[in-house]
């Protein structure tokens, strides 16, 4: 454990890139070979609008990373924070603690209040705009909701009070289990059912994006799979029956065009119908 708090109190910038890109890469060739649906789409230009946002959201986390930084540094230093008032125990077991609480509060929380807020569903709304669920859609985040989601973080680490080496660790793993969740691929449904006890299997995180409510309001995890069971937030719909998108917005001027994608907090509030 000690080396992987090593690695992560000291990653590279490169390293870090090489963990999405490596991700992004590695589930494309497997969505090519065995794809869960076989999507008439140009592939090229859907990831090339998925890929755009997610070089806004690194360029806005690179920007704000210095407050990120402060924040677990204040948490450590000043002994503030659940990890800081637990009593001393083993490493492994202080790092799971960790990585849960922030998973509840930077990845659940920030997704249920998205959904429940309108303000913050226009946002994130661009997210659920996408009829081709495939692994590049995974960081499919409007700028705004990119600035959303690191105050949440910035926020969670401070609740958590874990260490920056904890929080390097956590958006690692986070990027990772969001593009496996996110991938166009059909795992065997008794191991998806199986890992979906543990964490966000692809089936469960695709439930999500049916697109209509009630499924759209269910299963907000990104990691582990304890908070929506904990707290009745998770459904589950047949992969057959999913269909991609949110219904306010089904056409495709609508969902597959960058400038109208970066316009859509800002234009007329359509409701999600019930």
């Known amino acids: 454990m000690q080396t992987i708090i090593d690695y992560f109190e000291s990653i590279s910038s490169l390293h870090r890139g090489l963990i999405l890109v490596g991700g992004i890469t590695l589930f494309l060739l497997i969505e090519n070979a065995y794809p869960l649906f076989k999507f008439q789409y140009n592939k090229i230009e859907h990831a090339g609008i998925n890929i755009f946002f997610t070089i806004t959201t690194i360029i806005i986390n690179f920007l704000m990373a210095f407050i990120l930084l402060l924040a677990a540094d204040f948490a450590v230093q000043q002994n503030f924070g659940i990890l800081q008032w637990l009593p001393q125990m083993n490493i492994w077991v202080y790092t799971i603690v960790g990585l849960l609480l922030l998973d509840l509060i930077a990845a659940y929380l920030v997704h249920l ?152 907090p800002f234009q007329k509030y359509r409701a999600p119908k019930l």
């Open 113 to 264: 209040i998205e959904h429940k807020v309108t303000f913050l569903w226009r946002f994130h709304l661009i997210h659920h705009t996408d009829t081709w669920i495939d692994t590049t859609s995974a960081n499919r985040h409007h700028p705004g909701e990119s600035i959303i989601r690191f105050i949440f973080t910035v926020i969670g680490v401070l609740i958590v009070g874990s260490p920056m080496w904890m929080v390097f660790l956590y958006q690692s793993l986070s990027v990772f289990f969001s593009q496996f969740n996110h991938a166009n691929i059909p795992l065997p449904k008794k191991i998806d059912k199986l890992l979906s006890y543990f964490i966000i299997s692809p089936d469960m995180h695709k439930v999500h994006h049916h697109y209509k409510l009630p499924y759209t309001d269910s299963n907000y995890g990104n990691i582990f799979s304890v908070w929506d069971r904990l707290f009745g937030t998770f459904s589950y719909l047949d992969r057959e029956k999913i269909i991609y998108g949110v219904d306010t917005h089904m056409k495709p001027e609508e969902n597959n065009q960058l400038v109208n994608l970066l316009k859509i």
